[in-house]
């Protein structure tokens, strides 16, 4: 168990519809990745907050949102959803410092039908 | 820009021989580089890094991977493989291009899949 948990573990919705995905990281890491896994595309990353705020941005769609709380948990939102949005969505989070490694949660499935 | 290539999609290898699963790396600057696994219907799970010191990092589970400047290159191995070995393997390396260098995002190989026969 890596001690980050993402609910729900599997998720089935429409095309045009929004979910939220939920991550709360391992107790004491300010860091919040959410990364894409899809066959064709492989594992993407797609954004990262440190302690509540934005710190680095990568190939998320602007249908696409997130945001970390006080608390550090952290939300990815996905809207006007698509069919190719269908795949597995990873959070992960790591330590202060450079050069730590990301401890990942066991994903969300998303199926969009 | 950073990239990790993962040439191979599949690697089969009898039980109790030893695998090499092979990486190879472009950055520009110092290369963080990273192994991770990842079984049937789970999350990553990290296996190693190498920042810097010793090329040959060791890590969980009996693997190791050798670090090689001049040859860019991070290959994972194990002397002996066992069934339970067999997943999907994950090169990464480090991404410190945006995010003023206070970032570890992570750009990830294809992965190759480990298929150890009994």
């Known amino acids: 168990d890596s001690g980050v948990t993402q609910t729900p573990k599997h998720l089935i919705t429409a095309t045009g519809q929004r979910v939220t995905l939920r991550c709360s990281p391992r107790s004491g890491d300010l860091s919040v990745y959410w990364y894409q896994q899809s066959l064709d595309q492989g594992l993407q990353f797609l954004i990262q907050y440190y302690n509540g705020e934005e710190r680095a941005k990568g190939n998320i769609l602007e249908r696409f949102s997130a945001q970390q709380f006080p608390d550090l948990h952290s939300e990815l939102n996905l809207s006007s959803l698509e069919l190719g949005d269908s795949a597995l969505y990873f959070c992960?989070?790591?330590?202060?410092?450079?050069?730590?490694?990301?401890?990942f949660g066991q994903g969300t499935r998303l199926t969009v039908v | 820009a950073q990239s990790v290539a993962q040439p191979e999609d599949q690697v089969n290898v009898a039980e109790g021989n030893p695998l090499t699963v092979k990486c190879t790396y472009s950055?520009?600057?110092?290369?963080?580089l990273f192994w991770y696994v990842q079984y049937p219907n789970r999350g990553l799970q990290f296996l190693l890094k190498y920042i810097t010191g010793d090329n040959l990092v060791k890590g969980s589970y009996g693997f190791e991977a050798e670090f090689n400047k001049s040859q860019t290159s991070f290959h994972l191995k194990k002397p002996s493989a066992l069934v339970s070995d067999s997943a999907l393997y994950f090169c990464a390396v480090r991404d410190a291009s945006s995010g003023g260098g206070a970032t570890n995002k992570l750009i990830f190989g294809t992965g190759t899949l480990l298929a150890v026969q009994p």
């Open positions: 950055v520009s600057g110092n290369p963080y």
């Open positions: 992960a989070s790591s330590p202060r410092g450079q050069n730590t490694e990301a401890f």
